[in-house]
């Protein structure tokens, strides 16, 4: 125990910069694959067959292909030379595109279709009654499952190590490399993430407490 | 889409609506005309084709073929709908549903303003206080910031005839409105009706109650097996129907109230 401790106070700083890294890396893979996610299951829903044709499968395909191997494919794959935070954030908003078009398709596709046809029948648009009526409530209802994605999002960034990005993982393991305290700098690694994670559990179970009220 | 081929005091012509749901028949070659500002009552037994009739009129159910016209706006089935057409006949229509259908995620206020701000273009200032208006006229104006979920249901149908009234239609089709209400309830939204239809609002009724179609319609179509049985004035129907079908329907129906 006071080794682990005397490990922290060493090498706070590096893991701490580690933990911001991997924190701004699931940030911005968030920021760009929720609202792609978005689209996809909107597209996913399109009565136009090749169009949700072709966005399935893009979909399982997301899906299907582990996180690692994303990584691996966007860093290798990418003819135009990128950082490795830069390759990292792109393959984990595909990942992220991929799996929340799953959950927020079935947040839309809960919404009454009686509310839909109300809105039609007032004469709404498509389009209207998309943005007014079925992406606020699908949205609403899908936000929980989402957090959790989130979370689990964030864990994810650990893989980023395998194409150099200086996260938390990346961090502690290239501490120990030199110091040989594996297990001590794992232990701390593994306290910073589950902070942040159940926190943000915390945070989720409030925000699921708030969605209960109107719908 | 043609502009007025029916007669000027026609609202609404059915010709030949037929609606098939693979080989089951719904609606077979049903026509009629609904004349301005006259109610028509829809009666019938369960699985007749009556919602089902009052939804082509707006074309939430696309007939199998036939035309229909509401106030001038002709559109053929058999043809490919445009959307400015299908946009054309629906703002000539409110609609209000058996399960009111309201936004739970909207205030009241907001579930009325909406849909004018989207369909009609109006300003949010415009609509706010068309809805004022008319929730005052339902006797609910109190319960403008007040979420659907916090109404009972004879408000929330309320809410809803409301909603739709501020699109400013020609014709209100109502299908059941009152079936998912207890009976005290149900009285609030006939009261409701009973007014819109003594300012002249032409109106649609599918309707299981019949003292509200013996005494407010102007006509009561009693439908069977996805057609029209028979038709009249309310005091005919309902004092000597000549179809044997319709006599067992009223007695089944006045025997239960």
Redesign the interface.
Known sequence: MTEIWNDWLTHHDQLLGGLWVSLRLAFMALLLGLPAGLVLAVGASSRRRVLRGFIVVVIEIGRGTPALVMLQVVYNGIPVTLTGFVCAYIALALTTAAYTSEIIRGGLQSV?G??I?????????SF?VLR??VI??GL?IAIPPLMGFCILMFQATSLAFIIAVPELTSQARSIANNTFHYLNLFVIAGVLYAIVTVSASLVTEQVEKKLQ??? | MTTSPALPHDAIVLQNVEKQFGDHVVLNNVSMSVSSGEVVALIGPSGAGKSTLLRCI?L?ERPTSGSITVEGVTIQVDHSIK?KEL?AL??R???V?Q?F?????LTVLRNIS??QQ??LGRSQAEAEERAMTLLERVGLADKAKQ?P?RCSGGQQQRI?IA??LA?DPKVMLFDEPTSALDPELGLEVLAVMRELADEGMTMVVVTHEMQFARDVSDHVVVMSDGAILEEGKPHEIFASPSQPRTRAFLRAVLDRQ
Do not use: C
């Open positions: 009454p009686g509310e046809e109300a809105g039609r029948a007032l004469g709404m648009s209207d007014d009526i606020p409530q609403r009220r109107h719908v | 707006n939430l959307a946009a629906r703002s229509v409110g609609m549903f399960s259908n309201l936004f739970p995620h909406l849909p989207r369909v979420y979920g809803a909603r739709a699109l």
